[in-house]
């Protein structure tokens, strides 16, 4: 019995690896962005305490 | 708008229960009957999906305030709210392909939800960029919040999409679908995926806010 005779997906560690990889550095880099931008404007405004 | 650290809070707690959720769903869930270890990705993927709406759906609600109340704060929230919306619906799509070559054999399929999902990105994407292009923060306000409520249309098209047509994307599971092994790192990523969306337009939207004083100023 071959994988599509029993519809049944056997290993895919790969590609679970991969989706919460991408998830990871596409979530922390958008987060990092705006606190970098969000800081960078505090700071053009003088807000920021040195 | 105020300056706070509750978003920084939300950002840690969405963190941690995502982290959480992840190893849950990663090494402690059980493997699933048909898809095996492939349908751990809906841990990941079906939260991005229901904060990706919920993100677009405050932003529809900001677009209505910022043209009816007339108060920058608002505006300074659709956009926050656009550009976490577009990132998560991005961040969806792709999930959703590396999730689609093993089970359909295809990354993409021009179906209907994978199709209206695209469709959603580029409208609310062209948004984004709408606004960089208009100068007068008054025109700017009123012309995003005028397309962000055009482009909502879209958002429930995506989630009939599966009922309406042939879809080759499954139907909504509810609990009731879903065996209760599942259910724990579904919901602890959804929560963690929920603080991190909001934490993220909180300080989005602040960051507008200063732009368009700076600007005004």
């Not at chain 2, 959603?120 to 709408?130: K, R, S, T, Y």
């Amino acid at each position: 019995m071959t994988p599509a005779d029993t519809g049944v997906i056997s290993g895919g560690w790969g590609f679970v690896w991969a989706a919460y990889s991408v998830s990871a550095v596409i979530l922390t880099g958008y987060a990092v962005s705006v606190l970098a931008r969000y800081r960078a404007q505090r700071r053009r405004r003088g807000e920021v305490k040195r | 708008m105020k300056e706070s650290r509750v978003p920084y809070g939300l950002l840690a707690l969405g963190l941690a229960l995502l982290v959480w959720g992840s190893y849950w769903g990663l090494f402690l869930a059980p493997r699933e009957a048909y898809m095996g270890d492939v349908q751990r990705i809906m841990y990941v993927h079906v939260p991005t999906a229901w904060n990706a709406m919920l993100a677009l759906t405050f932003a529809f609600a900001c677009a209505l305030l910022s043209l009816f109340r007339d108060d920058p704060v608002w505006d300074a929230r659709l956009e926050g709210a656009l550009e976490v919306g577009v990132v998560l619906s991005a961040l969806l799509c792709m999930q959703g392909a590396i999730w689609a070559k093993p089970t359909w054999g295809v990354w993409w399929d021009w179906d209907p939800r994978l199709t209206t999902t695209a469709v959603l990105v580029f409208a609310f994407g062209g948004i984004l960029a709408l606004r960089e292009f208009v100068d007068d923060p008054v025109k700017r306000a009123t012309w995003s919040a005028v397309a962000a409520i055009i482009a909502y249309v879209d958002v429930p098209i995506v989630y009939f999409s599966v009922k309406w047509w042939n879809s080759l994307h499954q139907t909504q599971s509810s609990p009731e679908t879903v065996s209760r092994a599942f259910h724990w790192p579904l919901r602890i990523n959804a929560f963690g995926m929920l603080f991190l969306m909001c934490g993220l337009i909180s300080l989005r939207a602040r960051l507008a806010f200063l732009r368009r004083e700076e600007e005004t100023a």
